[in-house]
C-alpha cells in the first residue's frame, strides 16, 4: 500500500507530530509513504526516514493551485489513498486534488470548532472518510449532519517512553534560578487566543496571594507573543510568569512541573495532555472539545467549564495546596496513556480505515 500524506503546518507541533508518528507505525507495518510539506516545514527533515518528501508551495484557503499542485503528484506518484492531516486548504484543495486524480481520500480532523451544516454537506462530499482525533470531534460532526458510517474515531496518541523518567524537580528548578521548593505550573500550547491563556493570568490574581512564590512557565510560540508579554508586565505578573518560547527538549524538562494548566476554549483533543500524563504532571483542563477523553476529572486532573476563571484558581489553588493528591493525579495519568493512548493503537486505526475505504473503492 502506498499513501500520499498531505500536512500544511510549518512547525512541529502536536498534529504535526502526530502525522510523524502515524507515518513510522505504517512504514514498520510495510506501508510505502508519502508526505506532501511546505517547503522548510519542520516535519521534513525527521519524516525522510520513513517517508519520501515533497515539498510544495502550500498558501492557504484561497490558493487554488494548491489542487493542480497535488493533483499533479499524485498523477505522478500514484499512491493507493491521499490522506489530509490538516486545514490551511490542504483540506479542501487536498480533497479536490484527490477527487480530480480518481484516489481514496481520508481527512483527519484535529478541531472542535463548528462548520455551517451546508459547508459539512457540500466540502466533506470530497473525502471517503473522516478520521477525528477524539470522540467530541466526531459528535460535533455528527451534529452538522456528517453520516455516522463516514466518520471514525481514533484517538491521538503519544509516545510516552522519552516521558518515562524519574524527572529531578530540584535540579530542574535550580537550572532556572529557583529553590528546590518554588511551585512551578505549566502551559504548553501555540500562543494563539483559543489557547486561553487570558484565562490563566487571569486567575493568578486569586492564586498568587495564596502561593506567593508559584511560578508559570509558559512554553510556546505564536502571534499572541507580544499581547501576553504586555498583559503580564501590565498585571504585575513579571516576576512570576516567564514566557519560554518553543523548547525541543521538552521530554526532559516536563515532569518537572506540578501541574499543567489548560484553559482552552475548544481543543481537539490536547498532545500536551498526554504528554503531562505520561510525566506524571496532573491537569487543570476545560470541559470542551475532546480535553475530558484526556483528562478523567478527579483522576488524572481536574475539568473546569472554558472561560471560568474563579474555578481555573480555586482548581491551581487545590493541586498546590495537597501534594498527595498531586502524586496520586500524575500516577494515574501515567496509567491511563499507556492503556488508552498508545501510538501502535493509533497506527492500526488509521490502517484498518485505509483498508475499509479502498475494499469499498474495489480496490483490495
Excluded at 502551559?187 to 512564590?213: D, T
Excluded at 518537572?256 to 487543570?284: K, N, T, W
Aim: glycine share 10%; with cysteine.
Amino acid at each position: 500500500m502506498k499513501v500520499l500524506h498531505v500536512e500544511s503546518g510549518r512547525h512541529l507541533y502536536g498534529g504535526a507530530k502526530q502525522v510523524l508518528y502515524i507515518m513510522e507505525g505504517l512504514a514498520r507495518r510495510g506501508v510505502t509513504n508519502l508526505l506532501a510539506c511546505p517547503p522548510g516545514a519542520h516535519i521534513a527533515a525527521p519524516a525522510r526516514a520513513c517517508a519520501q518528501v515533497f515539498e510544495l508551495p502550500m498558501k492557504g484557503d484561497a490558493d487554488l493551485g494548491l489542487a493542480l499542485r497535488l493533483k499533479r503528484l499524485i498523477e505522478v506518484e500514484r499512491p493507493d489513498l491521499v490522506h489530509l492531516h490538516s486545514r490551511r486548504g490542504a483540506d479542501l484543495w487536498g480533497g479536490v486534488a484527490a477527487r480530480l486524480a480518481g484516489v481514496p481520500c481520508v481527512l483527519s480532523r484535529r478541531v472542535d470548532n463548528p462548520e455551517a451544516r451546508w459547508v459539512v454537506g457540500l466540502k466533506y462530499r470530497l473525502y471517503d472518510h473522516v478520521i477525528t482525533i477524539s470522540e467530541g470531534i466526531r459528535q460535533v460532526l455528527l451534529s452538522e449532519g456528517l453520516a455516522a458510517d463516514k466518520v471514525s474515531c481514533v484517538r491521538s496518541a503519544v509516545d510516552a517512553a522519552p516521558y518515562l523518567r524519574d524527572y529531578d524537580k530540584a535540579g530542574f528548578r535550580a537550572s532556572l534560578g529557583l529553590p528546590a521548593g518554588t511551585p512551578l505550573a505549566g502551559m504548553v500550547a501555540q500562543l494563539i487566543p483559543r489557547k486561553g491563556h487570558r484565562y490563566l493570568l487571569a486567575a493568578l490574581q486569586n492564586v498568587l496571594p495564596r502561593h506567593p512564590a508559584l511560578q508559570v512557565l509558559v512554553f510556546g510560540r505564536g502571534p499572541l507573543e507580544a499581547e501576553l508579554r504586555q498583559a503580564i508586565a501590565d498585571q504585575g505578573l513579571a516576576g512570576n510568569v516567564r514566557l519560554m518560547g518553543f523548547v525541543d527538549n521538552l521530554p526532559e524538562i516536563l515532569g518537572g512541573l506540578d501541574l499543567l494548566v489548560h484553559p482552552a476554549d475548544m481543543e481537539g483533543l490536547g498532545v500536551s495532555l498526554l504528554q503531562a500524563s505520561a510525566a506524571r504532571v496532573p491537569i487543570i483542563a476545560s470541559r470542551a472539545g475532546g480535553m475530558p477523553e484526556a483528562v478523567r476529572d478527579g483522576v488524572n486532573g481536574l475539568l473546569i467549564a472554558p472561560g471560568d476563571v474563579t474555578a481555573l484558581a480555586a482548581a491551581m489553588n487545590r493541586l498546590l495546596d495537597d501534594a498527595a493528591l498531586r502524586t496520586r493525579m500524575g500516577e494515574a495519568g501515567r496509567a491511563l496513556v499507556l492503556d488508552e493512548f498508545s501510538v501502535e493503537a493509533m497506527c492500526e486505526g488509521n490502517l484498518a480505515i485505509y483498508r475499509k475505504v479502498l475494499q469499498g473503492r474495489g480496490k483490495t
